[in-house]
């Protein structure tokens, strides 16, 4: 299998005829295109889970070898796209990746608007509050406000969900049509635990609730120790672009609590939906 590591020895000295210089290239372009491919993988092994790597692990998830990850590593390093722990020296991900990224979140309205409603919901609740995003079938984490307490739940900028129980998940999906939910956790892009299709039908009910009542929830469905709510944000077209969600240790969410943060969290999304000059009529036709 060809890797960066190989070297490709059809190059500008060779006597062959003019023709082969379409193949060249297109040999070259293939190439460049992989290295780019595996540089991305790298740094996609990275997790808010597992936030230090050492080559060798990077190497058996990307499936590279190891003399390519550290040379990939290398660059990055040079870039600050990643730095070494002083005491391990595995690698973690670098302030440069914020660099990168600036230009991007600051051109997300969303992110900007729901800012301040996100300060607003923390220091009511007490929780951690967080904008999600979805894209293709993950819901991303674009703007949080941590917990003021010791013991929080917190979700990481670019922290990606696609668990069926995860309470942003069921908002984004309580938009799409039935047969594209069904096609999507049949084929595991959205992973759902042990589901058959008795099951399939009673989450899609689930999902009916959820828009009905404005919000959904996670009560220690997907994590154990963990409580998530989520509301759905809707532009001036009606169309969830994105969803507040609330996660909490379970220990402090009794079921009475629980409702009052899905309330919480409903409002919120309302405020940041006005902000956006939204509207929520296409979600309540979809509702009925």
Not at 181 to 195: D, E, F, K, N
Not at 231 to 240: F, L, S
């Given at each position: 299998m060809s890797t960066p590591d190989s070297r490709d020895t059809t190059g500008g000295d060779s006597t062959g005829p003019d023709t082969n210089g379409s193949d060249v290239s297109g040999k070259a372009d293939t190439k460049g295109a992989s290295v780019i491919v595996n540089a991305i993988a790298v740094l996609r092994s990275f997790t808010a889970d597992e936030p230090l790597l050492g080559v060798t692990e990077i190497a058996n998830r990307v499936g590279?070898?190891?003399?390519?990850?550290?040379?990939?590593?290398?660059?990055?390093?040079?870039?600050n796209l990643v730095e070494r722990d002083a005491d391990t020296r595995r690698f973690r991900l670098g302030l440069g990746l914020i660099a990168v990224a600036g230009p991007l979140l600051a051109e997300l309205e969303e992110r900007r608007v729901a800012y301040p409603v996100?300060?607003?919901?923390?220091?009511?609740?007490?929780?951690?509050s967080a904008l999600m995003m979805w894209e293709g079938n993950q819901?991303?984490?674009?703007?949080?406000?941590?917990?003021?307490?010791q013991i929080k739940h917190t979700t990481p900028l670019g922290a990606r969900y696609n668990d069926a129980l995860s309470a942003s998940v069921q908002v984004f999906l309580a938009?799409?049509?039935?047969?594209?939910?069904?096609?999507?956790?049949?084929?595991?892009?959205?992973?759902?635990?042990?589901?058959d299709e008795t099951s399939l039908d009673s989450y899609l009910v689930r999902l009916k609730g959820d828009s009905r009542r404005?919000?959904?929830?996670?009560?220690?469905?997907?994590?154990?120790?963990?409580?998530?709510?989520?509301?759905?944000?809707?532009?001036?077209?009606?169309?969830?672009?994105?969803?507040?969600?609330?996660?909490?240790?379970?220990?402090?969410?009794?079921?009475?609590?629980?409702?009052?943060?899905?309330?919480?969290c409903a409002a919120a999304a309302n405020k940041v939906t006005a902000r956006l000059g939204g509207n929520?009529?296409?979600?309540?036709?979809q509702a009925h």
């Open positions: 590279l070898h190891k003399s390519t990850v550290s040379r990939i590593l290398a660059t990055f390093e040079q870039e996100l300060r607003e919901l923390t220091e009511l609740t007490g929780e951690t819901s991303i984490c674009v703007e949080q406000i941590a917990s003021r307490h938009t799409e049509p039935e047969e594209r939910v069904r096609s999507l956790i049949r084929s595991g892009a959205i992973t759902y635990a042990g589901v404005g919000w959904a929830v996670n009560y220690g469905e997907s994590s154990l120790d963990e409580v998530g709510v989520a509301a759905p944000v809707y532009d001036h077209r009606g169309d969830v672009v994105a969803a507040v969600l609330i996660p909490a240790p379970r220990f402090r969410v009794s079921q009475e609590r629980l409702q009052n943060l899905g309330e919480s929520t009529t296409g979600a309540a036709a």
